[in-house]
């Protein structure tokens, strides 16, 4: 047992050195996308790849397989819920991952997609997609080589595997297959039920000023400790964490419109998340979110389920009037959330209403399943996604500034991550079908501005464990069933039923 002691406490050890790098990278991922001059673009490409291949030799270790293997047998004699069991299953699932996978191509994969991101937001800018091109080609190209160090059912599963863990392809294409018969019927009796609901106030100019101290104000007033968070602008709205007491918000301005809200809520619930860890994980593989749809669903929940609802207005909207008295001329919360809720097919995802948001990400799990198989060519992706919209939304697309180049994930390497968004729908509506359950005044409490028991019921149901559980364990621990398609089909129809009688 001694020995077995020795052991874990090494490991342990080599464990926080390995973490406390992953922080350091998220660190100057952070400051690449706010803070960095762009003459920084270069070396901050060459000390990312530097930084993710230290990272990655010491997870791949021969040493630190060693370890694992010795402690492996401790831990199958612990509770499964214990922190000392779940460590070693994460630790080794980690460790036989990245063994699998050379260093040098995971720091060519960090260097490319670090000179990508530059290259997409210059591309984006100009609405120009021949800039981006060969960036996209050589991610594509990576990833690939990537994906083939892993046996596999589907060249797409170990992508997916990256953010989703141990889901397939195929689990996924069944799901969006199901939202889509569920939802093209849905959005056309909904759009037709909504279409002479006046959201005009949206398209008004808001200055950016005020846009600012809006969204300050209104992330200040909800759960998270103030000395815990930071808020910033970014190209693209993202949210990272250094620990769970330093968390990095992002979000975008622009003149027309309140996009920035929506944007600011949606990475508060990530940060909310991070934030609400165990601290007793803290320095180990533990102490992260456990997957990206489990993550989506808190940054979905915040930015729709509440940011979206009548009580969450019925409590900030005299916020939103006091900075913008002559811009919202009249009306009150209930027609407020009518016009944000306002179904109608749109270009940009991340503006998109609640029932249109799926095939969005439809859209682009077809394509970069396509561009990952072989079967799509990065030069014809414009004209592939053109017609996909088409198809599925019904709207010409004007440019690629508002159509392929309008998501980082590709310049980022992030083949695998739009398909958790969807996922994050769902479990979002399965966790909020419980919460209410469990606190049957929420929306009074939420219009009374009082957000404490809705964090702690999800900071003891889901945001403490961590890594300790898969999503799928989380959730069906947290709502007594499997993650499934049917309460997210169930809050939709409810919810437009109510907004729009």
Known sequence: ??????????????????????????????????MMPPGGAEARAE??????????????????????????????????????????????????????????????????????????????????????????????????????CFERDDVYDPLLDDYEPGMKTAEVAQVLSDLKEALVPLVAEVSERTATVDDSVLGRRFPVERQREVVRRMLGALPMPSDSWRLDETTHPFQLSMSPTDVRLTTRYEEHGLASIFAGLHEYGHGLYENGVDPALDGTPLAKPTSLGLHESQSRMWENLIGRSVPFWQGFYGLLTEAFPDELDGGGPEDFCRAVNKVQPSLIRIEADELTYDLHILLRFELERELIGGTLEPRDLPAAWNERVRSYLGIEVPDDAHGVLQDVHWADAAFGYFPTYSLGNLI?????????????????????????PLREWLRESVHRHGRKFSAAEVVERATGKPIGVEPYLDYLREKYEALYE
């Open 1 to 34: 047992m001694n020995g077995t002691s020795s052991s874990f406490d090494e490991l342990k050890a080599r464990l926080a050195e390995i973490h406390y790098l992953g922080q350091a990278k998220a660190l100057l991922d952070w400051d690449e996308r706010t």
């Open 47 to 148: 000390q990312l790849a530097t930084l993710v291949r230290v990272h990655h030799e010491k997870l791949a270790s021969e040493e630190l397989g060693r370890l694992i293997a010795e402690v492996e047998p401790f831990g199958e004699e612990l509770h499964y819920d214990s922190d000392e069991a779940a460590l070693i299953r994460v630790a080794k699932r980690d460790h036989e991952k990245a063994r699998r996978v050379p260093v040098e191509l995971r720091g060519a994969i960090a260097r490319a997609s670090s000179i990508a991101e530059h290259a997409w937001r210059e591309a984006r800018a100009r609405s120009d997609f021949e800039h981006f091109l060969p960036h996209l080609e050589r991610n594509v190209y990576l990833k690939l080589r990537y994906a083939h």
């Open 428 to 452: 979002a509506a399965q966790l909020w079908e419980a919460v209410r359950s469990a606190l049957p005044d929420l929306d009074d409490q939420i219009a009374a501005g009082s957000f404490e």
